[in-house]
């Protein structure tokens, strides 16, 4: 009979492929790989790897990095947020909400990342200033404000009604 072969190549490095061959020996003989009863050899020197972990977490730091925090314990970096940087920042067109658009007068933006070249931080998390209309918000404070007067008057008469209500009653 014909002895049975398997044969596994790895190429991690193409200039050194690595080949395992086993000899798994003819039917029905101990020519090939055997196993007898006995106590197990085979000791793990060192761990090379991580257990499964999901992701479970990102934030970003001051220079754009994501970081991904795994359920294991363990951080890594998933990417780099980029930064436009533009010649002319004045030149920049307003297109309303807060968001900018590039003109001709700006000039095209040139993506680094942050902490580069020039370019600020990045601070995950924190909402811009310039997202913020301030028209918007003096509003809805005007409004608040108005509010609270309201309520503030309302308690002032209903106090004003129960001290007539007492002086009648002596």
Known sequence: TEAAQFVITFEHDMAHAQTVAMNLGSAGSFDGLTQFAGNSTAVAREQDGYEAGNLSGVSVDGEGVLIGAFSNGIKKDIAALQVGLFNNPAGLQGVGGG????????????????????????????????????????????????????????????????????????
């Open 99 to 170: 968001y900018y658009a590039p003109s001709a007068n700006s000039g095209g933006a040139v993506a680094t990342q942050a902490m580069r070249s020039g370019a600020g931080s990045i601070h995950g998390g924190a909402l811009e200033k310039s997202n913020a209309d301030v028209a918007t918000e003096f509003v809805n404070m005007i409004q608040a404000q108005n509010g609270f007067q309201a309520n503030a008057r309302t308690i002032r008469v209903a106090t004003d009604i129960l001290r007539e209500l007492t002086s009648l009653i002596r």
